[in-house]
């Protein structure tokens, strides 16, 4: 049987409550009648050989590009960059699909007789990641290979000795790559693609950018012209990643794309009521429900966050496909909305979601009140292609404990950002002008980021760009069940219960509003008509 | 009259010591202070004089002495017993004569400067400090005509401001105020005196980052001082630690550049500095930081975020404690302590070396006029709720206050 379509409910009098998560925990909420609830496409059909297709993608390119075995010569230099820490969401179960990929691309060049490989973590500015993270993600034999001898590294986007400037794009913007990318021979760049967002261009022009770079399109100008972001082709942080991306080709820099696709198959057996529409779920779903809500009721938020730290999705792989970069993604982008795509028609006054305790930005580590943020108005807000799930002036309304916690060791900048930036304006821009560079050029943050696992300084302020377009959208943001004074710095407003969000909200878009509820995760991609 | 006199009683001492872990100004009913009937104190000799208390403050230091907390070092510094209360505003109902030998005449209101150095205790010749206008840092505190003290409020000859009987000032301690002040404004002059003193004591230079740990009076009062009288001529950066809102909003408003919660405060300098942090300190922190607190916790702060050779200023009355100084010698760091109050040169840009000094006193109200500090007394109590108004002040931050004060104007107080 072929998976059921993504699909739209009107809640009426016999709709059961609505899951909505809340960080670590979750909660059954009853809607109000006439009420939608937007639900994702079912899990699609995986790859039954999923190395039989990876070596068949890599043998037969899309695009202007030869098969990767003809690519391949002794002698050269070939680099192989790949996604980091920030995908996938929840991170998978062995074998992660970058492991998969990369085997396969060694096996060719080893055969083809290349010697001289490099493997690059494409970080840009996020934080670097831990030997098991990376055993987790390229297997054991991959890094026993290469990192004892040095080459597996992490792109450092502050070492002026490994950067390379190739230039200005017509719009005047700096493309400041990874040297040892840039100059080799050939440069493999393998992806994750979990949202319509990833890949194309941006895999190259930003994970292995420079802040000198970055920047021309990590402002909040960009995220405003930016509707969305998922949506590549009005997507002004696209466009720009797309200039740089022709740039770095025309000088000379030749990528070989691989980009995969996964279906949504996000939480293990222990959670397969979230993967379900709760009008569907059985005695053992009611069951797993009341089993996981009263236990994590019960749980310190420490030691919820370890239980859902040690969660690996089981996500599969439905597609890979490789070669030329714009080609590829075309293919790609595609795959993403076959499992996520859902029409919805027209939009609406309250947008409701419950948000995860994870996001790109804080995989074994804290959700911190900035995160929450950009999670919500960065990524579930920009779920959408057409129009906004909610209207102009319309409210969002997120649950989530929105805790005044941070991780010292990911987050140093994040800790200064909510302190001291947040405490004086939230507007993205004035934030920009005033702060980013002070931050971006701060020598202990950079040090942190260089040496430790942090983010970069700059990192947090991305965050709140990722809002940009949502705070000048929405007439108001409230979150229910969050930290008072947490809510409160990042400028919205705090409810204690869905209740009461709904009432408040009332006060904004009228007494008689539309709700539309973001089911999610696992993840789905709104096409408002 | 009434008067609340300060016995030694070892008894009260310990169960009033025993209250105060719940908090601190919890035992004064049961503690060495008790409300007596007295009469005014004899004037201790010639160019003394009446001074009838309108207002008078409750500091840190007499919540220190009535919660049995304050150093043994200053133990043959006091005589007993003793009436409390040296932040005073009073009224010469008989006049007098200012520090200046200026005559007051009758019903002239006038704080006091209540170091009782070498001028009140009638010694001759006065020793080197005195003759310098250091009279906080006489040496001659428990002799000459008088009982020991180091400030009136201390001291069994002169009376103190917790008192309706009032108490004695040497002219070489009155100081006339402005017909324009406000008895609260008054009150507060003696506590940003002390402030003036710590932050011309601490050597700011234009363009330093200074740090405030602490905003209750002398924070808030420190803040002000660095405003009116230092930056003119030093322009410099204050960054300000302030546990609650209040204070915090005060403490913007009498000019800090930037006001964080208190475990904030190291992160803040930071990010102003550009430093690195290593070991848990700062590499290269504020230039000054003053310590307006004076607990192991707020000097450990300090020490973790003043640069190398930089300056600790001690503002708030330390005691015994134990803190880790290997930073202060590593780092090479000078600890100052700025006690009290004295002759100062105010600094002004391109001063000559021989510029005019000025008491403490006369640039404290100059600093109390200008940032209206008087609205920092937030509570006023007879001093029949004495236990009420110790209570409040002990823990005036949490309840919304800065500074408490016992009202003697045959008022009932306010307990806003």
Redesign the interface.
């Known amino acids: 049987m072929s998976p059921r379509p993504g699909f739209v409910l009107d809640v009426d009098r016999s709709t059961p409550p609505t899951l909505f998560w809340h960080g670590e925990r979750f909660s059954l909420e009853r809607l109000p009648e006439g009420s939608r609830v937007i639900y994702a496409p079912e899990s699609i059909d995986p790859l039954a050989d999923p190395s039989s297709a990876i070596r068949s993608a890599l043998r037969h390119p899309v695009g202007d590009s030869d098969p990767l075995p003809a690519l391949l010569r002794p002698g050269m230099k070939l680099t192989v960059a790949f996604d980091d820490i920030s995908l996938p969401l929840p991170p998978m179960e062995r074998p992660d699909i970058r492991q998969l990929v990369i085997e396969q691309v060694l096996d060719m060049a080893a055969d083809a007789g290349v010697d001289d490989v490099a493997l690059i973590v494409a970080l840009a500015l996020h934080r670097r990641m831990t030997e098991p993270e990376l055993r987790h993600a390229i297997g054991d034999r991959i890094y026993d290979a290469f990192a004892p001898n040095g080459l597996l590294t992490q792109h450092d986007a502050e070492d002026p000795d490994a950067l390379v400037h190739l230039g200005l794009t017509d719009q005047g913007e700096d493309v400041e790559i990874n040297r040892r990318a840039a100059e080799s021979d050939l440069l493999i760049y393998v992806n994750i693609n979990l949202v319509a967002m990833d890949g194309g261009h941006k895999s190259v022009a930003t994970g292995l950018a420079s802040y000198k770079s970055l920047r021309h399109h990590h402002n909040p100008q960009t995220m405003q012209k930016s509707r969305s972001f998922m949506d590549q082709h009005r997507s002004e942080l696209h466009s720009a990643n797309w200039r740089m991306g022709r740039l770095i080709a025309a000088a000379g820099v030749k990528v070989f794309q691989i980009e995969t696709n996964l279906n949504n198959d996000t939480f293990p057996p222990a959670f397969t009521f979230l993967q379900k529409r709760e009008w569907e779920w059985g005695a053992k779903d009611r069951l797993g429900y009341l089993a996981a809500s009263k236990a994590l009721d019960r749980t310190p938020p420490r030691y919820a966050r370890q239980i859902f730290r040690s969660v690996k999705a089981p996500h599969r792989m439905t597609s890979v496909q490789a070669g030329e970069v714009e080609a590829v993604h075309a293919i790609t982008t595609e795959h993403v909305w076959e499992q996520q795509g859902v029409v919805v028609e027209g939009q609406t006054d309250i947008l409701t979601m419950g948000l995860p305790y994870i996001s790109p930005y804080n995989v074994n580590s804290i959700l911190n009140p900035i995160l929450v943020a950009c999670l919500g108005l960065g990524y579930f807000f920009n779920l959408y292609r057409g129009r906004p799930l909610v209207r102009e002036g319309g409210v969002l309304i997120m649950t989530h404990p929105t805790p005044w916690e941070f991780n010292p060791v990911h987050h140093p900048s994040y ?2 950002f909510f ?2 930036v947040l ?1 004086v304006t939230t507007d993205p821009i004035e934030v920009a002008d005033r702060f980013e560079e ?1 931050f971006a050029t ?3 943050y950079i ?1 942190l980021y260089r040496t430790g696992h942090a983010y970069h300084g700059v990192h947090p302020f991305y965050m709140w760009y990722w809002c940009a377009h949502a705070l000048q959208h929405l007439g108001a943001v409230i979150i229910v069940g969050g930290e008072q004074a947490a809510v409160h710095r990042l400028g919205f407003r705090a409810a204690s219960t869905l209740a009461d969000a709904l009432e408040m909200a009332r006060d904004v878009v009228g007494t008689s509003p539309s709700l539309t509820h973001l089911h999610a995760p696992p993840i789905l991609m709104a096409d408002v008509q | 009259m009434k008067a609340l006199v300060f016995e030694r009683n070892l008894p009260r001492y310990a169960a009033s010591r025993v209250a105060s872990i719940f908090g601190s100004g919890r035992g004064a009913g049961i503690g060495p202070l008790q409300l007596l009937d007295r009469e005014p104190p004899d004037l201790p000799g010639e160019g003394w004089f009446h001074l009838r208390p309108l207002l008078s403050g409750i500091c840190g230091s007499d919540l220190a002495t009535l919660d049995g907390r304050s150093s043994r070092y200053f133990e043959d510094m006091v005589s007993f017993p003793f009436v409390p209360g040296h932040e005073v505003a009073g009224i010469l109902d008989g006049g007098g004569i200012d520090h200046a030998g200026r005559a007051l005449a009758p019903g002239t209101r006038a704080v006091i400067e209540p170091v009782l150095g070498c001028a009140p205790r009638h010694i001759h010749p006065i020793c080197p400090q005195c003759a310098q206008g250091h009279t906080g840092l006489c040496g001659n505190i428990a002799f000459g005509d008088l009982a020991p003290g180091l400030q009136t409020g201390f001291c069994t000859d002169t009376g103190g401001g917790w008192s309706t009987a009032g108490l004695v000032a040497h002219s070489s301690q009155v100081h006339a105020i402005p017909d324009a002040f406000s008895d609260e404004d008054a009150v507060i002059v003696e506590p940003t005196a002390c402030a003036v003193h710590a932050a011309l004591s601490a050597g700011v230079e234009g363009g330093d980052v200074v740090a405030v740990i602490g905003a209750g009076t002398l924070g808030l009062a420190t803040v002000a001082a660095l405003h009116r009288v230092v930056r003119p001529s030093s322009d410099c950066t204050v960054v300000v630690g302030a546990k609650h809102a209040h204070q915090q909003a005060l403490a913007e408003d009498l000019g800090a550049d930037a006001v964080v919660a208190p475990e904030q405060l190291a992160r803040a300098v930071r990010r102003r500095v550009g430093s690195l942090v290593l070991a848990g300190r700062l590499t290269n922190g504020a230039d000054v930081v003053f310590d307006c607190v004076g607990t192991a916790e707020s000097l450990t702060q300090a020490l973790t975020m003043v640069r190398p050779r930089g300056r600790v200023v001690l503002v708030g009355m330390p005691g015994k404690m134990s803190v880790d100084l290997a930073p202060l010698w590593h780092r090479e760091l000078t600890l100052v302590g700025a006690y009290a109050y004295g002759t100062e040169v105010p600094p002004a840009a391109g001063a000559p070396a021989t510029a005019p000094t000025r008491r403490s006193f006369e640039l404290a109200l100059d600093v109390v006029s200008a940032a209206g500090l008087g609205s920092l007394v937030s509570a006023t109590y007879p001093l029949e709720r004495y236990e009420e108004a110790i209570a409040h002040a002990g823990a005036a931050g949490r309840r919304g206050a800065v500074k408490v004060a016992f009202d003697l104007r045959n008022r009932k107080g306010n307990t806003r």
């Open positions: 800790i200064d302190e001291q405490s002070g701060d020598p202990w040090h």
